[in-house]
């Protein structure tokens, strides 16, 4: 062997060990590349199912947003919320939640909206959503926010008890459109198309007229400013829907005294359990009987009988159903409702159906909602 072969005996131990040593730094930094790679992936995964939840998170709260709606993760909810400096709430989905904050900017000025700046910070729970797998109790965040006016939307109240399909009032008793809550203007006491109000008995009607029976059927229809099919198609949302639902009890109402619900009646001729508040939006025929009472609003699709002693204080409507192509006495109401005649209201008995605006408005109030304004839009708001 040559001597310039012997100088390079025992090469190959090392060169393996420099090959071993370089593969293995470069699958190491391979792994850590790959591990760098899946974390940030998941990282930014995580960040786009918050952004997915803050951005829902806000427009429930913006569109379905009530004091009731709040009810129970937490109370941060008001029934208005131009009175108070924030309000806030947790709206809680299957992969996180959102904490949303809407805290007033600009208060009411004349008739011109308070203006709010809405924030919801989007938290993703899920395993693929923690940006530390080890500590397992960070996750990814991400907070956007919008400018939005609060509306103040409610039911434009012409009487007392205004009934399209006219009254039937039989004994005495007291109509009044004089505001109990004395915040409003009087209204009428009882608003009926011209001719269609029979009394027999003592009847003390009050209110700015007691009674107006001015205008003919075609003249009140146009003047009800209710977009009664839109109601009936889900318009307003309903907390509780009969059948299916339960009607609260007297005792529920006793417990919470800030529970105004909306109560969506299917059954037809379905009759009032007992006492309450709210609204009861009632497709059909409805009555209300013995010495039962109701707090805010009453919308009536047919007729509304109403016997015995009870007293409604808020605002009541009835034979709605003649806005959508039913017509008084002769013709059926729209067969995908109910199949009867749209006939008088009846009230019997001592009864008392009074304008109170603040009973109103308490019942309406899942009709205010915060209203956009639009190119207000930020997505990417800090976190805290």
């Not at 293995?24 to 930014?44: D, G």
């Not at 947003?65 to 709430?89: L, Q």
């Not at 009541?316 to 013709?331: F, Y």
Request: hydrophobic share 40%; with cysteine.
């Amino acid at each position: 062997m040559s001597q310039h072969l012997k100088n390079r005996e025992g090469f190959a131990l090392p060169m393996v060990i420099v090959v071993v040593a370089v593969l293995t730094a470069a699958l190491a930094a391979s792994f850590s590349s790959t591990n760098a790679e899946i974390t940030t992936n998941a990282a930014e995964r995580g960040q786009n199912r918050a952004f997915d939840i803050a951005e829902a998170g806000l427009e429930q709260f913006a569109v379905r947003r009530s004091a009731s709606w709040c009810v129970p993760v937490n109370k941060g909810c008001v029934t208005d919320p131009t009175k108070v400096d924030s309000e806030y709430t947790r709206v809680t989905f299957t992969n996180g939640y959102a904490d949303v904050v809407a805290r007033r900017v600009r208060p009411v000025i004349g008739t011109s909206n308070a203006i709010f700046f809405i924030r919801s910070k989007g938290v993703d729970t899920t395993l693929s959503g923690r940006l530390n797998a080890a500590a397992g109790t960070v996750y990814a965040e991400r907070t956007v926010g919008v400018y939005a006016k609060w509306l103040t939307t409610t039911v434009d109240v012409k009487a007392a008890w205004l009934s399209l399909s006219g009254l039937r009032k039989n004994g005495s008793g007291t109509i009044s459109g004089v505001d109990e809550c004395g915040q409003q203007s009087s209204v009428a006491g009882v608003t009926v198309p011209k001719g269609d109000l029979t009394v027999a008995g003592s009847f003390s009607p009050q209110g700015s007229p007691p009674v107006d029976t001015s205008q003919t059927m075609t003249q009140l229809q146009a003047a009800t400013d209710i977009n009664w099919q839109s109601v009936l198609n889900g318009g307003i949302t309903a907390d509780i829907t009969i059948p299916g639902g339960t009607f609260p009890s007297w005792g529920q109402f006793t417990a919470d005294t800030s529970y105004w619900p909306v109560i969506r009646v299917h059954t037809n001729n379905y009759s009032l359990p007992n006492a309450g508040r709210g609204m009861i939006i009632a497709d059909s025929n409805f009555s209300i009987s013995g010495s039962n009472m109701w707090d805010g609003i009453i919308l009536v699709g047919g007729q509304l009988t109403s016997n015995g002693n009870n007293t409604t204080s808020g605002a009541t409507i009835s034979g709605l159903n003649l806005l959508i192509g039913g017509s008084a006495d002769t013709a059926s109401v729209n067969a995908s409702i109910d199949s009867t005649s749209v006939t008088d209201a009846t009230a019997n008995g001592t009864k008392s159906y009074v304008y109170n605006s603040c009973n109103v408005t308490r019942a309406s109030s899942s009709l205010q909602h915060y209203g956009v304004i639009s190119n207000s839009w930020v997505d990417n708001l800090a976190s805290w």
